[in-house]
């Protein structure tokens, strides 16, 4: 079981807003940022959002989080049948010193 | 540009090992720690641990300990991780990828990953 509890899946149509959730607890999200990560079949995880809801170059700003106590989610606007994936969050766990994920949730573009 | 390739696919029998290389280019190798995920077939990533490439020192996540071992040649900018007494449950995709020594601070994000290789353990 992953520390980080996420959807396992989510659905939308072309066009639309999704969110998927991350809950956590005190010792991570509650102080730590979440990272995303989108996963896109058969190829490797790619870092999406990290710190302060920043982008690494070329992600486009549809893609969006927020945090709040020991939540975090991850906005997807304008959604685009190349968004189908797998999505991770991710952050540092100060209890067990170790980098936690999410189980992942599956976005299907309807 | 920032690269971090793997070795490739590896088919193992049962009690043998196998080490897997994460090749880094692109960057300054001594300013980043390379940490390794494990993601079995069908199922969600999981953190192995991660070793420091200044000082060498390995830090593996709870049961990662033990056949699991982290190690590096600077020379040649190449993290490696080697897995002993492979079992049919050690079936799955190895990913390295690298992190800027910021996790306990706040900020814990892995932002390049090599390919992934691929490591089936069948008799």
């Known amino acids: 079981q992953s520390v980080l509890t996420q959807p396992p899946s989510v659905s939308a149509a072309p066009g639309q807003k999704v969110t998927i959730s991350c809950s956590g607890s005190s010792s991570n999200i509650g102080d730590h940022y979440v990272s995303w990560y989108q996963q896109l079949p058969g190829t490797a995880p790619k870092l999406l959002i990290y710190?302060?809801?920043r982008r690494p170059s070329g992600i486009p700003d549809r893609f969006s989080d927020s945090k709040s106590g020991t939540s975090a989610t991850l906005g997807i606007t304008a959604l685009q049948t190349g968004d189908e994936a797998d999505y991770y969050c991710?952050?540092?766990?100060?209890?067990?010193?170790?980098?936690?994920f999410g189980g992942g949730t599956k976005l299907t573009v309807l | 540009q920032v690269q971090l390739v793997q070795s490739g696919s590896e088919l193992k029998k049962p009690g043998a090992s196998v080490k897997v290389s994460c090749k880094a280019s692109g960057f300054t190798f001594a300013s980043y720690a390379i940490n390794w995920m494990r993601q079995a077939p069908g199922q969600g990533l999981e953190w192995m641990g991660w070793i420091n490439t200044n000082t060498g020192n390995p830090a593996y996540a709870h049961g990662f300990t033990g056949r699991f071992v982290f190690s590096l040649d600077t020379s040649v900018t190449t993290a490696y991780l080697e897995i002993t007494s492979l079992k049919a449950e050690d079936t799955a995709m190895y990913y390295c990828a690298r992190e800027s020594y910021l996790c306990s601070t706040g900020t814990c994000y892995l932002d390049y990953w090599g390919q992934g290789t691929l490591v089936t353990v069948s008799s």
């Open positions: 710190g302060n809801n």
């Open positions: 991710g952050t540092w766990d100060s209890s067990l010193s170790a980098v936690v």
